[in-house]
C-alpha cells in the first residue's frame, strides 16, 4: 500500500501536538543539565560554531533558506502571537537586559562625562563627542575597556 505525504495543515497540527506534549520534558531536562555554560564556553564548542559558520556562509545557507520566504510569511508568525508574542517573552528578559547593557551605559555615561561642552560646529561636536563614546563602547564590546 502507497503512503500519502501528509499535508501541511497535517503537518502543522502534528508539530503544534508534539511541541505540547514535550513542553514538561523539555522543561525538567533543562533544568536538571549540568555543565551547560561550561560546554557552550569550550574551545571544542568554539570551533565546531566557526565550522559551522564558515560551512554555512560558504553554501549561502541563508540566503537558499530565505529564497521562498515573503514579507507576508514572515508577518504570519507575529499576527498569530499579537503583540503578546512580543512583550511578554521581552518583559520576562527585563533583568537580562539590564545585567548585559549594565557595563555598557556604565561606560557610556563615564566616557560623556569626561567630554568637552558642546559647541557650535555639528561636525566638530561629532569628533568631539559621538567618536569617543562609539569607540569607547566598542572598545568595551571587544573586551579592550
Keep these: ?27 525538567r531536562r533543562t533544568l536538571a543539565a549540568s555543565g551547560v555554560a561550561d560546554a557552550a564556553k569550550s574551545e571544542a564548542a568554539e570551533s565546531a560554531y566557526a565550522a559551522a559558520m564558515n560551512a554555512a556562509v560558504a553554501n549561502k545557507q541563508r540566503q537558499k ?31 537580562k537586559m539590564a545585567k548585559k547593557a549594565k557595563p555598557y551605559v556604565d561606560e557610556a555615561v563615564r566616557i560623556a562625562n569626561s567630554l568637552p561642552p558642546r ?20 572598545q568595551k564590546k571587544r573586551g579592550g575597556g
Excluded at 500519502?4 to 522543561?27: C, H, N
Design 65 to 95: 533558506g530565505l529564497a521562498g520566504v515573503s514579507d507576508s510569511d514572515i508577518k504570519a508568525g507575529v499576527q498569530a502571537v499579537g503583540a503578546g508574542g512580543y512583550s511578554s517573552g521581552a518583559t520576562s528578559k527585563a533583568a
Design 119 to 138: 559647541g557650535a560646529d555639528a561636525a566638530a561636536n561629532v569628533q568631539a563627542r559621538v567618536v569617543p563614546i562609539a569607540v569607547g563602547l566598542q
Design 1 to 27: 500500500m502507497a503512503k500519502t505525504p501528509p499535508s501541511e495543515q497535517e503537518l502543522a497540527q502534528d508539530y503544534s501536538a508534539g511541541v505540547a506534549a514535550k513542553a514538561q520534558k523539555w522543561l
